[in-house]
């Protein structure tokens, strides 16, 4: 279990979390909510420890992320698969080796294993034909498929979606949608998705948590997410043209 | 305030981030075996690749250095073995090596501030540590030991092509008989040149490196921010090599 206590942090003069607070649960996908600029990236990257915060603690399987060595907190990081928002592919290598690279540093498998494994991995992304391309050669939408077929090639207990669906068509949004249920359901790893596009949340998560202005505004499961009144979580969810309701 | 601010807070805020940056590098040798293909890597693109470049500007420098000495020194008093007399030692003692580093930082340093920058602002470097790899040992430490160890084999082929070079021209042109060449070189080596060429490429092979690595790894913003530390790294490479060199100049000869 991930238990985010109480975090804030300043870039500067700037605060850009205040005394935010989370639990994401097990096995659940959980959906981090909010406009552009209000701190949900920032939340992601406390989690797998790659900013410390001001105050506050992070808690991974019990662990305080923040009071352990360096080489412990690459041993946690190694439980999560990480799918940023540009992909981050290393263009310097296929997708091939992309997805094997994990498996090369981290593994003693051979290199049939590797190929192996690979495949599974980009063909569980619908890919399974794309392992000699350069990532420049790819769309987008692939892009990102490959980098979650490198995400998932450790098989993680936790898989973080820093905007997997920004600056994508619809078509290809709901693509990643699916692949992303469908991982969580293969895989039976705890999501967490951060997104402020509400139809992925209404059709990936479990649990949503709505970000305001770097304060956790909100924290709740999607039945209570439609069912829910609050003004500022309305006019965000409103403002992606989505009604809150029962779910069809 | 702002004038200590920009003269000393954010320069030595500069120099500490660069030594911990370092300290964090350097603390990783131990995982050298998973490293070993990209120092293998990076050899070939600091090294190998930037020879044919090195070698060019060699030879163009001893050719040019023979004709200017031929221009100013030979008369009837002086004889013409003092063109070998100054072309050997100026190869070997600084142009070698100087004109290697000024190279490298414009070709080396430049593409290393730029690999590293674009992986900076395209989330590359925060893949490798989500992944739980030590992104600062996995990319910087195989760029400064390639450049520690091919910085000196360029300083070698440098020096021999530039003395080459000038000797080639010096004969052919009919400004110095080879023999007169040879003589003028013998007589002012003294065997410590080579050695302090040597120490010389060492240094500037650490300073290109690790400069570019550290302008690259910290680049902020997007394609402009890229762009700066591109820039940055060249200039302060440069910099960086002739205080060096100042440095070295003073306290070994």
């Known amino acids: 279990m991930i238990k985010v206590d109480n975090i804030s942090k300043s870039f500067g003069d700037k605060q850009v979390l205040f005394n935010v607070s989370l639990e994401i649960r097990e096995g659940e996908t959980t959906a981090v909510i909010g406009r552009s600029g209000s701190g949900?990236?920032?939340?992601?990257?406390h989690i797998i420890g790659l900013l410390i915060p001001d105050e506050g603690r992070v808690f991974v399987d019990g662990v305080n992320i923040d009071d352990i060595s360096y080489a412990e907190l690459r041993k946690v990081?190694?439980?999560?698969?990480?799918?940023?928002?540009?992909?981050?592919?290393?263009?310097?290598?296929?997708?091939?080796?992309?997805?094997?690279?994990?498996?090369?540093?981290?593994?003693?498998k051979s290199d049939s294993e590797i190929a192996y494994e690979v495949h599974q991995?980009?063909?569980?992304?619908?890919?399974?034909?794309?392992?000699?391309?350069?990532?420049?050669?790819?769309?987008?939408?692939?892009?990102?498929?490959?980098?979650?077929?490198?995400?998932?090639?450790?098989?993680p207990r936790y898989i973080l979606y820093d905007e997997p669906t920004s600056g994508l068509d619809p078509e290809t949004s709901n693509t990643i949608d699916d692949l992303i249920k469908s991982l969580a359901e293969q895989l039976n790893v705890t999501s967490i998705v951060i997104t402020?596009?509400?139809?992925?949340?209404?059709?990936?998560?479990?649990?949503?948590?709505?970000?305001?202005?770097?304060?956790?505004?909100?924290?709740g499961t999607i039945d209570e997410l439609h069912a829910s009144t609050d003004k500022t979580l309305c006019d965000f969810v409103k403002a992606n043209e989505y009604q809150i309701g029962p779910r069809s | 305030m702002p004038l200590v601010r920009t003269l000393l807070v954010e320069p030595a805020g500069s120099v500490g981030r660069y030594a911990l940056l370092l300290w964090k590098a350097f603390a990783t040798l131990g995982d050298m075996k998973s490293y070993?293909?990209?120092?293998?890597d990076q050899m070939v693109h600091v090294g190998l690749e930037s020879m044919p470049i090195v070698a060019l500007?060699?030879?163009?420098?001893?050719?040019?250095?023979?004709?200017?000495?031929?221009?100013?020194?030979?008369?009837?008093?002086?004889?013409?073995?003092?063109?070998?007399?100054?072309?050997?030692?100026?190869?070997?003692?600084?142009?070698?090596?100087?004109?290697t580093g000024f190279i490298l930082a414009g070709r080396v340093g430049a593409r290393i501030a730029a690999e590293l920058g674009t992986m900076r602002v395209t989330e590359q470097i925060d893949a490798l540590e989500a992944m739980g790899l030590n992104s600062v040992g996995y990319l910087i430490v195989?760029?400064?030991?390639?450049?520690?160890?091919?910085?000196?084999?360029?300083?070698?082929?440098?020096?021999?092509?530039?003395?080459?070079?000038?000797?080639?021209?010096?004969?052919?042109g009919g400004f110095v008989p080879l023999g007169e060449f040879v003589a003028g070189a013998r007589e002012f080596f003294q065997p410590f040149d080579p050695v302090f060429g040597l120490i010389k490429s060492l240094v500037f092979g650490f300073t290109i490196t690790s400069i570019s690595c550290y302008k690259g790894y910290f680049t902020k913003g997007g394609a402009e921010g890229v762009g700066r530390a591109t820039t940055e790294a060249a200039v302060m490479s440069c910099v960086y090599l002739l205080v060096a060199d100042l440095f070295l100049a003073v306290t070994l000869l």
């Open chain 1, 40 to 45: 949900k990236s920032v939340l992601m990257k």
């Open chain 1, 77 to 108: 990081r190694q439980q999560f698969g990480v799918l940023f928002q540009g992909g981050a592919l290393f263009d310097s290598m296929s997708a091939f080796e992309n997805v094997a690279f994990p498996l090369r540093t981290f593994t003693s």
């Open chain 1, 121 to 155: 991995c980009l063909t569980m992304v619908e890919l399974p034909d794309v392992g000699k391309k350069m990532p420049s050669e790819l769309s987008g939408g692939m892009q990102k498929r490959v980098a979650l077929a490198r995400a998932i090639a450790l098989r």
């Open chain 1, 196 to 219: 402020h596009d509400m139809h992925s949340v209404l059709s990936i998560a479990d649990r949503a948590a709505f970000i305001y202005n770097g304060r956790m505004h909100w924290v």
């Open chain 2, 36 to 40: 070993r293909k990209n120092i293998f």
């Open chain 2, 57 to 99: 500007a060699a030879a163009f420098s001893g050719a040019v250095t023979t004709v200017q000495a031929a221009y100013q020194l030979v008369s009837p008093l002086i004889p013409t073995s003092i063109i070998g007399s100054i072309v050997v030692p100026s190869m070997i003692l600084e142009l070698g090596a100087v004109l």
């Open chain 2, 142 to 172: 195989p760029r400064v030991l390639a450049g520690v160890f091919m910085f000196p084999v360029l300083y070698v082929v440098a020096s021999f092509v530039g003395i080459t070079g000038g000797m080639a021209v010096g004969v052919f």
